[in-house]
Structures are given as structure tokens and as C-alpha cells.
């Protein structure tokens, strides 16, 4: 129930497509969904984060789009760039409880084509 | 916005040395730190949840006498991995949390036992 599970595991697209990442979760009291992008070498990096009181958040490039009732959410990367080329990681809390921990998905490894 | 500090960035040791990796919150103090343990091409898995002036509570399968946990202040937290073994190798981070602020990652440490 605390599983996170995301895919696609690799994503190759093409510079300027839109590269779009999906996660599903079971644990409906989680209410707290952030993104994450990690370089090697690096520790990860909020990208953008959202709540469930809301269906999309955009900001910039980066859309969040969720769905309560189907218990998904998914990151969409438009005009793709092959800086954005990096692992993005999504993840899941119980967020407004104090020490809840992050629940991470697996992990998709993005390759932006120039 | 918030900054985590990890020190060191990497660190190569003996096999049955110790090493100790900081971690520290510079803007804020964190209610609550995280670490975690990340193997190549994988997601992060977390070792161990502590609050300050705590002890630390470790995840199953995580031997807390060998991985040392002290959160001695808000701003401070420190992870020492005792009489280290070639498959402690890894990449160690931290993150740092302040209820309802989210999360924020160090940049993350690889260690190497030789």
C-alpha cells in the first residue's frame, strides 16, 4: 500500500517533444506529490510539487497532472531540452504529518535527443 | 530557498575504517531528517528517519550499529558508517524536512571501500 509505481523506466524523446512521465499510488491518505530530477552524481531536485486538492499545476516547461479518483499523477516536460536529460523520480507523503517519509517510484531515465 | 549542506562529496576509505558524512540545514531548521541509500540506476532507499534529540528509527534490514545516526541539533544531522565493507559502497544522501515545507536533498556522498 505505501508503493509508488512509476513508468515508463526509459524515455527517449526528441528535442522540442513533450516527455511524459506517469506514477500511480494506492495509499489514499498520501497527500503530498512531488517531483524530483537527479543528475548523477547529484543529490535530487524538487521540479514541482502538488497537492490533492487541486488537478494541475504548471510551472514553466513542467505540468503536473492529477487524478484523486483513478489514484495517478503524471509529469509532463514540454519543449523538451537535452539539459533536461536526467533521472526524474516521483514520490508520495503524507506530507502535513511532521517526519512522514517520501515513498519514491523508480525511477525514469530521460534521454533528450538534440 | 532552503539549502541542505552535505560534506563530503566523496570519500574513498580503508575497509574497517569509519567515515562520517554531515548533513546540515543552512536556512532552516528541519523537524526531521531523512537518509538514504542509492545503488546505480536505482531509486532512493531510505535508511533511516531522525528528529532532533532522538534516536534515530531505522528501516528493516538497515543495521543501526553500523550505520550511526546522530541528530544532535535542528540544523545538524550526521551519518557514520562504522568498520566499512566494500559493499557499503554507495551513494549516501540526506534530506531535510520542516512540517508542511516539504523536503529538501543534500547533494549527496559517494563512498568507496577498498
Known amino acids: ?114 | 530557498g532552503a539549502v541542505v549542506s552535505q560534506h563530503p562529496s566523496w570519500v574513498i576509505c580503508k575497509s574497517g575504517t569509519s567515515v562520517k558524512i554531515e548533513c546540515r540545514s543552512l536556512d532552516f531548521q528541519a523537524t526531521t531528517m531523512f537518509w538514504y541509500r542509492q545503488f546505480p540506476k536505482q531509486s532512493l532507499m531510505l535508511m533511516a528517519t531522525s528528529n532532533e534529540g532522538s534516536k534515530a528509527t531505522y528501516e528493516q534490514g538497515v543495521e543501526k550499529d553500523k550505520f550511526l545516526i546522530n541528530h544532535a541539533s535542528l540544523t545538524l544531522s550526521t551519518l557514520t558508517v562504522t568498520s566499512a565493507h566494500p559493499e557499503d559502497s554507495s551513494f549516501y544522501i540526506c534530506s531535510a524536512s520542516l512540517q508542511g515545507y516539504g523536503y529538501t536533498f543534500g547533494s549527496g556522498t559517494r563512498l568507496t571501500v577498498v
Open chain 1, 1 to 114: 500500500q505505501q508503493q509508488v509505481k512509476q513508468s515508463p523506466q526509459s524515455l527517449i524523446v526528441q528535442k522540442g517533444g513533450i516527455s511524459i512521465i506517469n506514477c500511480a499510488y494506492e495509499n489514499t491518505a498520501f497527500d503530498y506529490f512531488p517531483w524530483y530530477q537527479q543528475f548523477p552524481g547529484k543529490g535530487p531536485a524538487l521540479l514541482i510539487a502538488i497537492r490533492p486538492d487541486v488537478s494541475e499545476k504548471k510551472e514553466g516547461r513542467f505540468t503536473i497532472s492529477f487524478n484523486k479518483s483513478a489514484k495517478q499523477f503524471s509529469l509532463h516536460i514540454m519543449d523538451s531540452q537535452p539539459g533536461d536529460s536526467a533521472t526524474y523520480f516521483c514520490a508520495a507523503s503524507t506530507g502535513k504529518t511532521s517526519g512522514s517519509r517520501l515513498t519514491f517510484g523508480e525511477g525514469t531515465q530521460l534521454t533528450v535527443n538534440p
